[in-house]
């Protein structure tokens, strides 16, 4: 598995930035790709990005897509969220999330089931 580590959340207001940072270790150099997911309170845990590990190429779900951008360092590991003009419905437990060795990942990167290796979570809030 790979081990995951996620920083950079809190509290903001509305309409400001956050970057979250995601450090792997383990196989992540075996991943084709890793991804964000968030959890709200009350709600399941949703797509929010994902990234090929490579080629670097973005995904992103329609609720943060303009808004949110996903990069990746290769030299160290780490994946990145930087998010701009944070709304309260951003708010969230985020987790970064690598999926198990396989091809599926340009198939079903949005998909939970795909990914077995998860990160504690960091929390963002934004308050309006």
């Known amino acids: 598995q790979v081990q995951l580590v996620e920083s950079g959340g809190g509290l903001v207001q509305a309409g400001a930035s956050l970057r979250l940072s995601c450090a792997a270790s383990?196989?992540?150099?075996?991943?084709?790709?890793m991804g964000w997911f968030r959890q709200a309170p009350g709600k399941e845990r949703e797509f929010a990005a994902a990234?090929?590990?490579?080629?670097?190429?973005?995904y992103y779900a329609d609720s943060v897509k303009g808004r949110f951008k996903i990069s990746r360092d290769i030299t160290k590991n780490t994946m990145y969220l930087q998010m701009d003009k944070l709304k309260p419905e951003d708010t969230a437990v985020y987790y970064c999330?690598?999926?198990?060795?396989?091809?599926?990942?340009?198939?079903?990167?949005?998909?939970?089931?795909?990914?077995?290796?998860w990160g504690q979570g960091t929390q963002v809030t934004v308050s309006s």
């Open positions: 999330a690598a999926p198990r060795p396989g091809p599926g990942f340009y198939v079903d990167y949005n998909s939970k089931s795909l990914y077995d290796s």
């Open positions: 990234i090929s590990w490579k080629g670097g190429l973005p």
């Open positions: 383990g196989r992540a150099f075996l991943s084709s790709g």
